[in-house]
């Protein structure tokens, strides 16, 4: 409830320890390297589920990315990336700047939501 005070409260205090942009899950995606992740004009989305199956490959399994998409035409952008041995944290980057997104990681997920929002 983002009216309750108490509820405001607490949110500050977890944004206090973890910062707005939680360092902890993308430092554990900086240690996934993806060995090659190549689309051409496939939509964010598309991608974005490619990128999921090679980084859960590049774990062993123990990584699986959650990434929300906020917005269904945000999804259907095209994108165009080709890279060779890189953080999953550096893939996310690029297709979050070739898609126009802003691209933040909370607690459990990594978001793509239209700047400004």
Not at 11 to 26: F, P, S
Not at 68 to 91: M, Q
């Amino acid at each position: 409830s983002p009216e309750h005070p108490h509820t405001r409260a607490m949110m500050a205090q977890i944004e206090q320890k973890l910062g707005v942009d939680n360092t902890l899950l993308r430092k554990s995606y900086e240690k996934v390297i993806i060995e090659k992740f190549e689309v051409t004009e496939a939509e964010l989305e598309e991608s974005l589920q490619a990128l999921k199956i090679l980084a859960r490959n590049a774990s062993g399994g123990k990584v699986v990315p959650n990434i929300i998409v906020r917005d269904a035409g945000l999804g259907k952008k095209p994108v165009s990336l080709s890279l060779t041995k890189i953080p999953l944290s550096e893939a996310l980057r690029y297709l979050a700047d070739l898609s126009g997104a802003r691209l933040s990681y909370d607690k459990t997920a990594v978001i793509f939501s239209q700047p400004g929002s």
